[in-house]
């Protein structure tokens, strides 16, 4: 953890400590999965950012296995799913080659694609870490996929 992403843990987890705990926790402006899952375990429950929309607007994807950005000449020939870990019919119907085919072209079609995707992945990650805290293991679970979910892909 960065200086900068230490700072705001450290931060956040003040405010929650102060803050009734019979309200909600709204943070504004933190966007990364793994940003995230840190400050639910903090005690945030709400978030908002464009960071899901942005970066798919800029081909960058958040998925269950990492981060891939969809420019990349990787995604050329791949006709899996963009993301079949997650319930999402646009991320399970549409191929990473095709996304990345729409992006190339400047398709606006591309870009849609992204953002909802992520937009999708988002929902996928926060019903997650709902089940895990409501099954009690969700410090354990959070270790495990903040580093996935920052792997480069």
């Not at 945030?44 to 970066?55: G, K, L, Q, S």
């Not at 994807?61 to 990492?66: A, E, P, Q, V, Y």
């Not at 420019?71 to 080659?97: H, R, V």
């Not at 398709?107 to 909802?116: D, K, M, P, Q, W």
């Amino acid at each position: 953890v960065g200086e900068p992403e230490a700072q705001l843990y450290d931060i956040c987890q003040a405010c929650c400590e102060d803050l009734p705990g019979d309200k909600p926790r709204y943070l504004m402006g933190v966007g990364t999965p793994w940003n995230i899952l840190e400050c639910i375990g903090r005690g945030v429950d709400m978030f908002d950012c464009v960071m899901p929309t942005r970066n798919g607007r800029n081909a960058m994807l958040f998925t269950s296995k990492g981060v891939i950005n969809i420019d990349n000449k990787k995604w050329e020939k791949d006709f899996s799913p963009i993301d079949d870990g997650i319930d999402s019919d646009w991320s399970q119907y549409y191929s990473k080659a095709y996304l990345r085919h729409l992006v190339k072209s400047k398709e606006i079609l591309g870009l849609t694609i992204a953002s909802v995707h992520n937009l999708a992945f988002y929902l996928y990650l926060v019903r997650e870490a709902r089940k895990h805290i409501l099954q009690g293991d969700f410090l354990s679970w959070k270790r495990e996929q903040a580093p996935l979910l920052q792997t480069r892909l």
